[in-house]
């Protein structure tokens, strides 16, 4: 479903991804944990684009895009729609209402009837916990209500796959509980998703994966069991030791 | 008004005349606001707003060309004095063959002078918008003029209106220099009236009072829409 080859991306002098190679099936969850800078949320802003990888490809469903040439502008938001993104500081449009920022994408992109995708929206955000929020601007709602928000927004452009970058790293503790459930829901549902997070228990209770990034590499990958009961790279230990 | 007067002036022949005068000079100057005053500033305030935001757009694009446009035609302008521009457009082009009429050079000048001015401020508030407004709108597979248009520039409106409702009221006052190139609107209606009876200061002081009151409605209506349009924000 999901197939990286040879993935690189530089910052000028700093290389921070060195050759990412990963094939993820369709309806896994797959949690990507390691230190800071070590490159995962730049992997997870590759597959959405946000950063053009500097050489490598990237292969969803039967799109790919090898940007070891250059890429064309043409050809990146088709490709950006097969995967939704969840940000750490959510980003919901501040001039818009719930609804509205659910809205946006099915009208603006897919040129969707209004009436079919107000119902689709609301029943989105209905799915999240908010369908009594539908007319709240983001500044009216908590941390955790905008992030399942930003859930919602994702979900309307009915994306293949699911990307999380640290979505409750921003949250309140209380509020974190929220967000998870919600993404809990939708991979028992069968979403395939890639999330970014530090939530240890997220990653043994809904993870099918954990892959652990250090120094742009991928160091080690496995089910979490054995991931978190026995590691097998030096580095793996020494980080699950820190944040244990 | 009258008693007022009769205290300062003590010729009440004058004072009558001062009021029939202020009086009937009324209706001409109101005439050339609404007839050219307040279209001309109608006009150039939408042509040199859409002017601006092109030339935001060119200052923060990548291609270098457009942004040494952009940045020439800022410089130029802000580096000139408003009265030399006009005086170029309307007097100085005829010699080269280009004649164009005095309000079609009001409009021109004034709009390249907005547009000038409040690219700088719409240039700035789109930078402030952040980074992530921007990746939200590409992440849900927007392009990006579908991201400037639903998402950035909204945002970049609110806060460009204070600095751009301060541009728009001093256009309404410096509107009065079109007089200079025979536009006549309410200041020239003023200085012809007052050329055949000399009551300069009461004429200029009528013609002030109209500019100000035009302006204090306009703060008031800028006052409302900051209001409208920070519903979105605590």
């Known amino acids: ?244 | 008004m009258k008693m007022f007067l009769n205290s300062i002036i003590a010729d009440p022949e004058r004072v009558s005349r001062l009021i029939d005068i202020a009086q009937s000079s009324l209706q001409p100057l109101l005439k050339g606001a609404i007839l050219y005053t307040i279209p001309l500033t109608l006009i150039t305030f939408v042509c040199g707003l859409i002017l601006a935001v092109l030339t935001a757009l060119a200052r923060i694009s990548s291609v270098k060309p457009l942004q040494i446009i952009a940045r020439i035609y800022v410089s130029a302008i802000r580096g000139t004095p408003l009265l030399v521009q006009l005086f170029i457009i309307f007097y100085g082009l005829p010699t080269i063959g280009v004649v164009i009429d005095p309000f079609p050079s009001a409009v021109i000048g004034f709009s390249l002078n907005v547009g000038a001015y409040a690219s700088e401020i719409i240039r700035a508030a789109i930078l402030s918008i952040p980074k992530g407004q921007w990746e939200a709108g590409y992440s849900i597979g927007m392009s990006y003029p579908q991201t400037l248009k639903r998402i950035i520039l909204p945002q970049a409106s609110r806060v460009s209106l204070p600095p751009l409702s301060n541009t728009f009221i001093s256009l309404v006052k410096d509107t009065s220099l079109a007089a200079m190139i025979l536009v006549t609107e309410m200041f020239r209606r003023a200085q012809e009236i007052a050329a055949t009876n000399y009551e300069f200061l009461l004429l200029y002081l009528e013609v002030a009072l109209i500019y100000w009151v035009i302006c204090f409605i306009l703060s008031i209506i800028q006052g409302r829409l900051e209001k409208r349009m920070d519903r979105f924000v605590s």
């Open chain 1, 1 to 244: 479903m999901i197939s990286i080859k040879g993935l690189h991306k530089r910052f000028d002098q700093l290389e921070v991804l060195k050759g990412i190679d990963l094939e993820v099936e369709k309806g896994k969850v797959v949690v990507v944990i390691g230190p800071s800078g070590s490159g995962k949320t730049t992997l997870l802003r590759c597959l959405n684009v946000l950063e053009t990888p500097t050489s490598g490809s990237i292969g969803i469903e039967d799109q790919s895009l090898d940007f070891s040439s250059s890429v064309s502008k043409k050809a990146v938001p088709p490709f950006r729609r097969l995967t939704g993104m969840v940000f750490q500081s959510y980003n919901l449009f501040p001039h818009m209402t719930a609804l509205e920022n659910v809205m946006e994408g099915p009208i603006t992109v897919k040129k969707e009837s209004k009436e079919a995708v107000r119902k689709k929206a609301e029943q989105l955000l209905t799915k999240v916990g908010l369908g009594d929020k539908l007319d709240y601007y983001p500044f009216q709602l908590s941390g955790g209500q905008q992030q399942r928000v930003g859930i919602a927004r994702a979900l309307a452009m009915e994306p293949k796959v699911m990307l999380f970058d640290e979505p409750t790293s921003a949250l309140d503790p209380e509020l974190v509980g929220e967000v998870l459930k919600v993404m809990k829901d939708l991979a028992n549902e069968g979403m395939t998703m890639i999330v970014v997070t530090h939530e240890m228990r997220f990653a043994r209770e809904a993870a099918d994966e954990v892959i652990f990034m250090d120094g742009g590499f991928i160091v080690e990958r496995g089910k979490p069991e054995d991931i978190f009961t026995s590691p097998k790279e030096e580095r793996t230990k020494q980080f699950l030791r820190l944040i244990q």
